[in-house]
C-alpha cells in the first residue's frame, strides 16, 4: 500500500472511531420547559433562629397528622432555602452538597387553599438564584397528589407539599457512568431532604418523607418537564398530634 493510501486507511478509522463513539457515548439533554404564571420574591432566608442543630436533629420525627393551620411565607422560604438554597454567591454553592456542582434537583411546592399567609394555592417552582417562586399552576392538586402517592391522605391534609424532582441525565452529563449518576442524584435528593426535615423541626412544622407515588401520574399532575423525575414527597405542617 502506497503512502497516501495508509494515511487515507488511517484517516477513515479514526474517522469510524468518531462515528462510532458519538452513537454510543451519552448525548447531552434539553431542559425542558415550564409555563410560568406568575414570579413572587420570597423573604430573605433567617440565618439565625432559636433551636440548634443538635436539638434539631435530637427533636427530628416523621410526623403525619397537621392541623388546618396555614404557614407563613417566611416558612415557605426556610423550606425551600434549606433544600436548594444559595448559601455562597461568589461560587454558586447551594444549602446541600452536590456531585460535582451540577445541581440536578429541582424543587416544588404545591400551596392549598389558604395555606400559606399571602400566597395563592397552585402549584410553585422554586428558583434558588434570586430565592423566589414560579407560579405554574393557580390550582390546589393535593387531593390529585394524593391519589398519585396511593391514597396517602396526609398529602392533601398538610397546607403544603413538597416535591423533589431529578435529572438523571443531567449527571451523565458530566460523570457518563448512568449507575453512578442515578446514585449521585439520589443521594444529593436525600441530603436536601434531610435538610428540609430540620429547618421544619425549627420553625416549629413537621413532615414526613414520602416516596410511595405513581410517577407518571405525579409528572402530569404537576406538569413537569420531561427530562425530570419526582423522587420525594414532603407534606409540611402543624402538628395535630
Do not use: C
Not at 424543587?107 to 389558604?114: A, E, H, N, Q, R
Not at 410553585?124 to 414560579?134: A, D, F, G, K
Not at 420531561?226 to 420525594?232: G, P, S
Amino acid at each position: 500500500m502506497s503512502r497516501n493510501g495508509k494515511i487515507i486507511l488511517i484517516i477513515l478509522i479514526i474517522l469510524l472511531g468518531l462515528v462510532i463513539a458519538y452513537l454510543v457515548w451519552p448525548q447531552s439533554t434539553t431542559v425542558g420547559q415550564r409555563d410560568v404564571i406568575s414570579t413572587i420574591s420570597l423573604p430573605s432566608p433567617i440565618l439565625t433562629g432559636n433551636m440548634s442543630v443538635e436539638q434539631a436533629i435530637q427533636d427530628r420525627r416523621s410526623v403525619r397528622h397537621y392541623t388546618n393551620q396555614s404557614i407563613t411565607l417566611q416558612d415557605v422560604s426556610q423550606l425551600l432555602w434549606a433544600a436548594q438554597g444559595i448559601t455562597d454567591k461568589a461560587d454558586n454553592l447551594r444549602a446541600a452538597p452536590s456531585g460535582g456542582q451540577v445541581y440536578p434537583l429541582e424543587v416544588y411546592i404545591i400551596v392549598g387553599k389558604g395555606g400559606v399567609d399571602g400566597l395563592g394555592e397552585g402549584v410553585y417552582h422554586y428558583v434558588p438564584s434570586n430565592n423566589s417562586l414560579e407560579k405554574t399552576s393557580e390550582i390546589d392538586v393535593r387531593s390529585d397528589l394524593s391519589q398519585a402517592a396511593n391514597g396517602q391522605i396526609w398529602v392533601k391534609e398538610a397546607p403544603v407539599d413538597i416535591v423533589i424532582t431529578g435529572d438523571y441525565n443531567k449527571m451523565i452529563d458530566k460523570y457518563r457512568d448512568e449507575m453512578l449518576s442515578i446514585r449521585f442524584v439520589n443521594l444529593e435528593a436525600g441530603h436536601a431532604g434531610e435538610n428540609i426535615y430540620l429547618e421544619a423541626g425549627a420553625r416549629g412544622l413537621v413532615t414526613v418523607s414520602l416516596g410511595s407515588f405513581k410517577d407518571d401520574q405525579v409528572h402530569t399532575i404537576l406538569g413537569l418537564p420531561d427530562n425530570e423525575n419526582t423522587i420525594y414527597i414532603f407534606p409540611v405542617g402543624h402538628s395535630s398530634l
